[in-house]
């Protein structure tokens, strides 16, 4: 996958995990279910980008072109 991609994935993997981990707070298993899995795939993401990193890359999102 493209690094930026999986960048931009890293930021918005909480995002989208959050709003299920508030709508499943009366279900406690549930909810920590969505929280593990949110984490798990939280962390894939990010060891995906660290042998870029460890090659002197420096993965990135550009928001705005000037």
Not at 12 to 34: D, M, Q, S, T, V
């Amino acid at each position: 996958m493209n690094p930026s991609y999986t960048t931009l994935a890293a930021v918005l993997i909480p995002l989208i995990g959050a709003p299920f981990i508030i709508l499943l707070n009366k279900r406690p298993n549930y909810r920590e279910a969505a929280t593990l899995v949110t984490g798990v795939i939280l962390f894939l993401a990010v060891l995906s980008l660290v042998p870029i990193v460890l090659d002197g890359g420096r993965p990135g999102i550009e928001l705005i072109k000037i």
